[in-house]
Each structure stands twice: as structure tokens, then as C-alpha cells.
């Protein structure tokens, strides 16, 4: 009986304990890591959410990029720093895609990192170059089928999400054509726009403003329902192309260890600034459609994310890294 009594004193001390180091939180500066080069979408949708928790929490919020191995090296230095809410991995789907793609990681993200919410997430698009003539999803399928082999299809690197896309719809629609990798969505988009590699498949961010301008056609995106800032454009669900959903998230996560007071803290201020009038529009012109949920309902998303791309890897028998 006295073991138990002192076990749940310790256990109320270290509830009190976490809730006064939250209160306190920040003291000093706290590192924002994101494990991709400066200037994607993740990128710069970090940016803003750093500027913004700067001035509402009174402690610079400051970025640093530290890319490598797809996102590898910055996540697992944040899965190695202390659990103290000074170090943050903001990062794409990376985190969860990885772990099914490599051999060997070197992390454990379910060990080792703690899910605080999802900022947001950008859909995939099947997008083509305006002169090619598909006008819709369908017509781009019905191509596929009558000419198998024909076409080639880009993406914006193996492992991405679109990637993942492209070969979850091969699967499932028994479509044959050729997959063209890029590095990055960047080059991916040039070669699009040049009609060099008509048809292509990547995150929405990377293509509203061209998509606006008519200089990108798209034929769908990998969602439940419409973009607010692109509502022309139908689901691949609605067109009747079921459980193609897929997306880019631009995910928060801290160390293992770190208080659930500050976990908490943390995203429900990232929440508050991301469905703040101001940044919400910002990251829907970006195409990344916000959410800020609960860390809870982040950490199932994960898991549930981890299982689903580790089937599509296992399907298209993609070789790990």
C-alpha cells in the first residue's frame, strides 16, 4: 500500500514538475529543424510558423536547414537531442515514408520522435502540360490503357509521396506506363512546362500559381474533397478513383522525453497560427491546406501513415535504399 501511495505522489510531483517547466517555457531560443535544403514548401511554410510563435511566445523561433539522405540527417538529430522543447523537427512525409524505404534508419520514429500535430498537408495532383491532350483524369487513364508503355510520367523523386502515388495508381488500375524520377519538384515542373515529360504527378504546393496562370493543366488531386484556392479541380475520389488519397505533410514533431506539458503547449499555439486569417491564406496559396490537430490524432495519422506506404513500397517492390 505504501508503495503504491509513494508511486502515485512521485507521479503527481513529476505531473507538477512538467506543467511549472511548461509555464516558464521558452527561456532561451528554440531550434526549428528542417531536414530539406532552404526554399521548398516545407521550408517555407516553417518560416512562417517560426516568425509567428517568435512573437507570440516571446523567444526567437529560429529555422536551420540540415538536409541529407532524404530527410534522415536532420530527423535523427532531432531524434538525438534532449527531450527539453528546445530542439523541433518540422518535417514532410519523409518521417513517414523512410522507415519502409531504407534498410537502415537511423532512428526509430516511433521511439524516438513525439508527434505534436500536423500544421498541414498539401495533396498530390496529376497535372499535365497544356498541349497534351488529356483534358481529364479519365481521358489520362483511358490513354494509359490503350497504349500501355507509352507514356512516361514524372515525379519529383523516388521515395516522395507523388512517387508513391504514381505507383499506388499502377497498382490498383493496372496501368502500365514509365515512372521519370526528377530531383525535386523543381526540375520536375521545368520539364513539365517544356513538354518534355508531359505528365507528372507532385505535391499541389509546387504548382497553384502556375495552375492559376493556365500554364499547367491539372487533372485531380489526391484528396477527399477540393482545395479552397483551386476549387476548379476535382478529386481523384469524387472521379470515382477510390483510395488514391495521399499527401505532403508538413509535420511537427519534438524528442522522446520531451514534457507533455510543452508538447501541448506547442500545439496549441501552432494551431492557433496556422488557422490564424493570415497564415491560413498564406499556406493555402502555397497549397498546404491547414490542421494543427491534436497530438493524439497526429500520432495515429503516423502510424497509420507508416503502414500504408510500407504496402505500396512492398506492392510496386521498390528497392530499399
Known amino acids: 500500500m505504501m508503495r ?10 513529476c505531473l507538477i514538475s512538467g506543467a511549472a517547466f511548461a509555464q516558464q517555457y521558452p527561456t532561451k531560443p528554440v531550434k526549428i529543424i528542417i531536414p530539406f535544403p532552404a526554399g521548398g514548401v516545407t521550408d517555407l511554410a516553417g518560416r512562417l510558423i517560426a516568425q509567428k510563435l517568435s512573437e507570440k511566445l516571446g523567444q526567437q523561433f529560429y529555422i536551420e536547414n540540415i538536409a541529407g539522405a532524404a530527410g534522415n540527417l536532420g530527423m535523427a ?7 527539453d522543447g528546445y530542439t523541433i523537427l518540422l518535417s514532410s512525409s519523409s518521417v513517414t515514408v523512410n522507415p519502409s524505404l531504407y534498410n537502415k534508419m537511423p532512428f526509430d520514429v516511433e521511439k524516438d520522435l513525439v508527434p505534436v500535430t500536423k500544421a498541414g498537408g498539401s495533396p498530390n495532383s496529376w497535372l499535365v502540360n497544356p498541349d497534351f ?3 481529364t483524369m479519365k481521358d489520362l487513364i483511358d490513354l494509359f490503357k490503350k497504349e500501355p ?3 512516361s510520367v514524372g515525379s519529383p523523386g523516388a521515395g516522395t509521396t507523388p512517387s508513391l502515388s504514381i505507383e499506388q495508381l499502377k497498382h490498383d488500375l493496372n496501368v502500365n506506363f514509365v515512372t521519370v524520377p526528377f ?9 513539365l512546362l517544356g513538354g518534355h515529360v508531359p505528365i507528372v504527378c507532385g505535391a499541389i504546393g509546387n504548382s497553384v500559381a502556375l495552375i492559376k496562370e493556365g500554364k499547367i493543366r491539372a487533372l485531380g488531386i489526391t484528396d477527399k474533397k477540393r482545395l479552397e484556392t483551386l476549387p476548379d479541380i476535382p478529386t481523384l475520389d469524387e472521379m470515382g478513383i477510390k483510395d488514391q488519397e495521399a499527401e505532403t505533410i508538413t509535420g511537427v514533431f519534438v524528442p522522446a522525453g520531451t514534457p507533455a506539458a510543452i508538447v501541448d503547449l506547442l500545439q496549441k499555439e501552432i494551431a492557433i497560427v496556422v488557422k490564424s486569417p493570415e497564415i491560413k491564406a498564406r499556406l493555402l496559396e502555397m497549397g498546404v491546406v491547414p490542421e494543427g490537430d491534436s497530438p493524439a490524432s497526429f500520432a495515429a495519422y503516423v502510424k497509420a501513415d507508416i503502414a500504408k506506404w510500407k504496402r505500396v513500397i512492398e506492392q510496386a517492390n521498390i528497392p530499399k535504399i
Open 4 to 13: 503504491i501511495l509513494r508511486a502515485v505522489v512521485l507521479g503527481a510531483a
Open 77 to 83: 538529430q532531432v531524434a538525438r537531442s534532449a527531450g
Open 133 to 135: 491532350p488529356a483534358k
Open 149 to 151: 508503355g507509352k507514356y
Open 183 to 191: 530531383a525535386g519538384g523543381g526540375p520536375m515542373t521545368q520539364s
